[in-house]
Structures are given as structure tokens and as C-alpha cells.
């Protein structure tokens, strides 16, 4: 079963550094998405990709965040400058089409720790 | 997204049928009841999804009241495998993203 694949399953890095984290969405997918889920707390949508654009983005995601696709399996989230609040599981996930009756998948998550 | 409503938590004895309710009140025509589980550790899994009718998959059934004003996932006998995180998610047609909610924590007794 084809599935979305995340890399690194998890991340440490110092405040202040960049990181990049890495996802492979499901192949014939067009849409992709990245959340972001605090230790105990709920999952947050953080930004949604298509054609290689970003189409919509929450209150969390400010000029710190970027998304690309560089190729055309890849889709990353750089976190510029990471501050201890952004310490949470990262998701990304991918869909078929962005419609209300698409479901969406999900990878299992990079646990990234800014210490 | 329109909001939806869940008990915090709820328990099942295993091989038992599990209802996990949620309320949606505020549900507009072109909204999909979408349900979502995480097990613990893990990324959020796709459960079923429907409009108006009831659905039924491999993992789950979806009981959709007339109204559209609150639905049920049956789980229709509970399993150990089955103890996770229950989100009920609305997505209009149109929309995009998703918005989790606190959703159900489900506990499977054995």
C-alpha cells in the first residue's frame, strides 16, 4: 500500500539552527500539507501546497517557515531559525485532490527537539 | 470549517462494537464528515468519510443522522489495536486543509 514517507524520523538540533525536514508524499498525489502537533496537545494545520504553490497557510506559519518542492517526489519544510517552541512532531501528508471528499495520508512524523 | 463536538474520552471492553458520537450542529450542505485516528506515536490515519448516507469500509462504519447535525463511527468490535485518538473533522467540498479538533481518546479493556 503506497504510504507518505517521512525523514528524520527524528531531529536535534541547537536554537538558532536551520533544518529542513523531508517528505514523500504519495505518488500520484497533488496536494500536500504540513502539521505540526505540540507533545500532549492537538494536531495544527500549518500550510497546503499545490502546484507548486503554497494555497493556504495558518497563523503559525511566518517568515521563519518555507515549503518547497524541489523535485518531483520531494516536499521539505525549513524551519529557518528554530526556537524551542517549535520542539512538537512535524506530519506532513498528501492527498489526491484538494476537495472536501479527498481523504488525506499521513507519515509517520519527525519529532524535532531545538534544544 | 464548521465545529464539531466529542467526549473527551471513552472505554471498550474488547470484541465489543464501540459508538463514538460526534455533534456538528453548525454543519452546512456541502460539508464532509471525515474521521481520523491516531494510535499512539504515530501520524494521523484516515478512517471513512461521508456526505449523507451511512458508509461502511474495511475499518469502520459511518452512522450519519437525517439531519446531518451529528454522526457515530462504529468500530464494530473493538480490538487492543484499536485504542487511539478518534477525530471527527468537517471539510467543506471546496476545502483544503484539515482541522483537528481534541477528538476521543478511545481505551480498549481487555
Known amino acids: 500500500e503506497p504510504e507518505v514517507t517521512q525523514t528524520p524520523s527524528h531531529q536535534v538540533t541547537q536554537m538558532g539552527q536551520e533544518v529542513i525536514l523531508r517528505c514523500v508524499p504519495i505518488?500520484?498525489?497533488?496536494?500536500f500539507y504540513w502539521y505540526r502537533q505540540i507533545l500532549g496537545q492537538k494536531v495544527e494545520f500549518l500550510v497546503s501546497?499545490?502546484?507548486?504553490?503554497?494555497?493556504?497557510k495558518s497563523e503559525i506559519f511566518d517568515d521563519q517557515f518555507s515549503v518547497e518542492r524541489p523535485d518531483g517526489s520531494n516536499f521539505t519544510l525549513k524551519i529557518r531559525s528554530t526556537k524551542l517552541e517549535d520542539s512538537a512532531m512535524y506530519f506532513c501528508?498528501?492527498?489526491?485532490?484538494?476537495?472536501?471528499?479527498?481523504?488525506?495520508?499521513f507519515g509517520q512524523g519527525t519529532r524535532l527537539t531545538v534544544v | 470549517d464548521a465545529k464539531t463536538t466529542q467526549p473527551n474520552s471513552m472505554e471498550s471492553n474488547e470484541e465489543e462494537p464501540v459508538h463514538l458520537p460526534c455533534n456538528h450542529s453548525?454543519?452546512?450542505?456541502?460539508?464532509?464528515i471525515h474521521w481520523y485516528r491516531q494510535l499512539p506515536s504515530q501520524g494521523p490515519e484516515y478512517v471513512i468519510h461521508?456526505?449523507?448516507s451511512n458508509v461502511n469500509n474495511r475499518m469502520a462504519s459511518l452512522a450519519i443522522a437525517e439531519d446531518r447535525k451529528s454522526s457515530t463511527l462504529i468500530l464494530h468490535r473493538a480490538t487492543l489495536r484499536d485504542a487511539a485518538v478518534y477525530y471527527c473533522?468537517?471539510?467543506?467540498?471546496?476545502?483544503?486543509?484539515?482541522?483537528f479538533g481534541t477528538g476521543t481518546s478511545l481505551t480498549v479493556i481487555p
Open positions: 501546497f499545490y502546484n507548486n504553490e503554497i494555497s493556504e
Open positions: 501528508a498528501s492527498s489526491e485532490r484538494g476537495t472536501g471528499y479527498t481523504e488525506a495520508f
Open positions: 461521508g456526505l449523507t
Open positions: 505518488s500520484n498525489h497533488l496536494y
Open positions: 453548525t454543519i452546512s450542505g456541502t460539508d464532509y
Open positions: 473533522i468537517l471539510r467543506d467540498v471546496s476545502g483544503n486543509q484539515f482541522y
